[in-house]
């Protein structure tokens, strides 16, 4: 099992033909992904091709969903355009978004998450999933790539990951690559993003495959400590935690536009006493973090 994307996912890229679009798409078709098509309305009708892959390139969204049947869309265009494209996305009802794209202004982001957020269908359900801006996106080892993340670090496994870093998804992938992972999502470290750390605390819980769960925050608002709290209500499965930002100096914005400490609430340490509070045993560095999970797995 795995969560949000599995072997079966169709993917479409909105961006294909520019440079970071091409780069991608090709290393997304050499991880096994289910690429079936590209968006780029100046290049409608034409196609593009990745060795023996030939993607055709469709004028929207809508169109590209009717001619594929794709249910995931990955989005590689400019901040600027980027709300345009995401908008377009949800419109085309695309259960699963993600949006690699840094930079991407906050007040676009807010638009677009909230009119995911207006989306439902029948049964109340959010009809869209976005996952980012400004993240390395989704990658179900063995399976299937939406994003950034490097396919040959790891294999399948029990673990189940999920990131605000990027470099950071990738270290803790590395460092555990003998035990392997479910699914590894980096949800982005912007102020306003698609997917939580929650949201995929809850989908690793009801997977029964994942046995034990790596959350990985950073300094900066109060998501880890609402993770926190979820997890102590919801979670019975094993979680490791890592808060980067440990030597940050207070008050300093650092990297990630999320990254501004406020009062206590924000620091690491806020961060780290708060998940131990919750059961939740966190390391000082990804190294002991990882070192934390194998002592986790070995004991189930």
């Not at 892959?53 to 469709?58: A, G, I, N």
């Not at 997917?195 to 300094?219: R, S």
């Amino acid at each position: 099992m795995s969560i949000f994307l599995n072997k079966d996912s169709k993917v479409i890229v909105q961006g294909i033909t520019g440079g970071e679009g091409t780069k991608h798409t090709a290393l997304m078709l050499k991880a096994g992904t289910q690429v079936v098509g590209g968006v780029n309305a100046r290049k409608a009708g034409t196609t593009v091709k990745h060795g023996p892959v030939e993607l055709p390139v469709f004028g929207t969204v809508k169109e590209a969903v009717a001619e594929t049947g794709a249910d995931v869309s990955i989005v590689f265009v400019p901040p600027a355009f980027t709300k345009d494209a995401v908008v377009e996305a949800i419109e085309a009802e695309v259960p699963l978004v993600v949006v690699i794209t840094e930079g991407v202004p906050v007040q676009d982001s807010a638009e677009f998450w909230a009119l995911a957020q207006s989306k439902v269908d029948a049964e109340g359900k959010q009809v869209t999933r976005i996952i980012g801006p400004n993240c390395p996106g989704i990658i179900t080892p063995g399976e299937s790539l939406v994003g950034i993340t490097p396919n040959n670090i790891t294999g399948k496994g029990p673990i189940g990951l999920v990131s605000k870093s990027g470099t950071l998804t990738y270290q803790m992938m590395y460092e555990l690559r003998d035990l392997g992972f479910s699914t590894a999502i980096g949800i982005g470290g912007d102020p306003v993003i698609g997917t939580t750390h929650i949201d995929a605390l809850a989908a690793f819980e009801a997977d029964p495959e994942t046995k034990a769960i790596v959350m990985i925050g950073e300094i900066g608002g109060d998501a880890e400590e609402r993770a926190a709290e979820f997890i102590k209500a919801n979670v019975t499965k094993p979680v490791v935690g890592y808060v980067a930002g440990f030597t940050a100096p207070e008050g300093k914005t650092m990297g990630h536009a999320g990254a501004i400490v406020s009062g206590s609430a924000g620091t690491a340490q806020a961060k780290k006493e708060a998940l131990e509070a919750a059961g939740v045993k966190v390391g000082k560095t990804p190294s002991e973090t990882a070192a934390l999970l194998r002592e986790v797995i070995a004991a189930l």
